[in-house]
């Protein structure tokens, strides 16, 4: 089946250094990729997506290559801030039987940044 | 715009207790999903629905974990009975379904068994 593997955290940063989370895929098909980040006390919401190969995604600094060669899609970020602590998931959307579709999530990474 | 909501925040239960715990989709959404969120395993998907049928029912939860949606815009999800490893957050998302499209979660349940 499907999967996504991306770095195991905690990840604690000092503000104003770069980011980078790793996260391949597996997959037999032509999947949406996505990042989601979770806040404390909240739920994941989407971070940006990425549906087609070879395109970049991006928001609030954050941004991603979808690598079908590589099958990657890592997540980065030139300079963190403190309010960029919370967990990223990566995530790619499968295709269920003939209709309907579930997202397969990473495990998070924990992110920490420090002033 | 009326995320989803879920009810209640935060349930403490006693071993063996039945517990329900409710959500409520974004209108207009076909697809439902229940997960479970823990530091170890990350988000394991306990149900989907699409159109308030059962898609997929979660494999290794499905004995004492049973998710019901009686209609387009409320679901429940029941653990009976409850144990300790069930500690966790579980939560409830909802999306259009089509294969890009992002998921909409709420807040979560965060569940205490002693």
């Known amino acids: 089946g499907d999967s996504v593997t991306q770095t195991e955290g905690p990840v604690t940063l000092s503000e104003g250094t770069s980011l980078t989370v790793n996260c391949s895929y597996e997959t037999k098909q032509y999947p949406t990729l996505f990042w989601y980040v979770q806040y404390p006390g909240e739920g994941p919401q989407l971070l940006f997506k990425?549906?087609?190969?070879?395109e970049k995604g991006s928001n609030r600094g954050f941004e991603a290559t979808y690598n079908k060669e590589a099958t990657s899609f890592h997540l980065q970020k030139a300079s963190v801030q403190e309010s960029d602590s919370a967990v990223y998931y990566c995530a790619l959307s499968e295709t269920y039987g003939s209709s309907g579709n579930k997202l397969i999530f990473g495990i998070g990474t924990l992110l920490s940044v420090k002033p | 715009d009326a995320g989803v909501t879920q009810t209640p925040r935060h349930e403490v239960a006693e071993k063996g207790q039945t517990i329900i715990l409710k959500c409520e989709p974004v209108?207009?959404?076909?697809?439902l999903f229940w997960y479970r969120q823990t530091k170890i395993q990350g988000l394991e998907l306990l149900s989907y629905f699409r159109s308030k049928s059962l898609m997929e029912d979660g494999g290794a939860f499905k004995d004492r974990f049973k998710a019901e949606m009686l209609n387009s815009s409320f679901s429940t999800l029941k653990i009976q009975p409850t144990e300790p490893k069930d500690s966790a957050v579980y939560l409830c998302?909802?999306?259009?379904?089509?294969?890009?499209?992002?998921?909409?979660f709420g807040h979560g349940t965060k569940l205490s068994v002693l």
């Open positions: 998302a909802s999306s259009f379904g089509h294969p890009t499209e992002r998921l909409f």
């Open positions: 209108s207009g959404h076909n697809d």
């Open positions: 990425v549906p087609k190969a070879n």
